[in-house]
């Protein structure tokens, strides 16, 4: 008999963040992208603002605020390409934080793949995360965004 899985547990949150080797930066915009993403599974609240109030914290008021809008398009754009939903990890609970869906990983590795310049690793992951879909939209926002990080440094 196949062992049931706890409740909160889902097969694509077992992956620690902190042994991703994501950069910081990254992890930042992992979180950024988290708070919209509650957002738009809420509904209403102003969880958005939190994910502007990160980015700020994060990259300073002037592009901290450039870098939020950024996300936002990337995720946009990925959402359009989309059939199915975007798994993630809620940004309010630190257990669940501490944890990384399939979904995310690919999303910052589509990311860290453009700042690497690696063209065929981003092109794979983008396919994924639009899986299938026609993903040049979101890879449009994606290498902005990787730009607007690079332009930070």
Known sequence: MAQRQKRHQSPNSNMAVLKTGFEADECVILHIAR????????????????????????????????????????????????????????????????KLTRSERSLIRTLQCVRNGDKTGATVEAMILCEGNDSEPMMQAIRRLAELMRAGD
């Open 35 to 98: 708070y919209y993403c509650f957002s738009y599974m809420k509904g209403s609240g102003r969880y958005w603002e939190d994910a502007i109030d990160r980015a700020v914290s994060a990259f300073g008021e002037k592009q901290g605020a450039v870098v939020a809008v950024s996300v936002l398009n990337v995720l946009r754009n990925m959402r359009a390409s989309r059939k199915t939903v975007f798994n993630f990890q809620n940004p309010y609970c630190a257990a669940c934080s501490a």
